[in-house]
């Protein structure tokens, strides 16, 4: 008797698929299950930029510049989903909202998804769906978390192709990036 594996699925990972244009989302299995050679010290010192890039715009600012062809951006974000899950597993994809401009938010132990002034605030700022692709066009199969060691509320300044379509329901800029910095935690 054969036994089919389980395609496990979440609501989280359909949602953030669906943002990022992936198809297929569902048992996503690691590099390594796969048969393919991925060194991530590698990838993340050609991904990991030394250096914070300049011209950085806030997601609002990004939609009133990007369409739907591709262009060169530089994107400021923190690593959130509004309440779902920012990371795929196995992926090198991430979601990244607005940066609070207050000082409210800088507290330490401050939640965006839970402050009710934050939520109303940056109802309307698109959320931006992250992905690093490989030479072969595909996501790169190493789990964000542990390729960039970041983590929900890491800000990060990246860099890439963006696209945004005013008509989709939810305001998602797709980012294509090819660095990516990361800001120290605030003390």
């Known amino acids: 008797m054969q036994v089919k594996p389980v395609m496990r699925w979440s609501v989280e990972s359909a949602v953030l ?3 990022m244009g992936l198809a297929g989302v569902g048992a996503v299995q690691p590099a390594s299950c796969l048969g393919l050679e991925i060194d991530p010290a590698a990838v993340r010192g050609r991904l990991v930029l030394a250096a914070e890039p300049e011209g950085a715009v806030t997601p609002t600012a990004a939609k009133e510049k990007l369409t739907k062809d591709p262009q060169p951006i530089v994107l400021a974000g ?22 609070p401009a207050d000082d409210h938010a800088k507290k330490p132990g401050h939640d965006n998804d839970n ?19 490989g030479a072969d066009g595909a996501v790169i199969p190493v789990d964000s978390r542990k390729l960039f060691s970041i983590q929900k509320g890491s800000e990060v300044v990246v860099r890439g ?16 990036a090819d660095g990516m910095y990361i800001r120290p935690p605030a003390k």
Do not use: H, W, Y
């Open 78 to 99: 923190r690593v959130g989903a509004r309440g779902m899950e920012p990371f795929l597993n196995n992926k090198a994809s991430f979601v990244l909202v607005e940066i």
């Open 115 to 133: 402050c009710p002034f934050c939520k109303k605030r940056l109802a309307n700022s698109p959320m931006i769906a992250v992905q690093f692709v």
């Open 17 to 19: 698929g669906s943002l």
């Open 161 to 176: 192709q963006g696209v945004f379509d005013p008509k989709l329901a939810i305001p998602v800029i797709q980012l294509t």
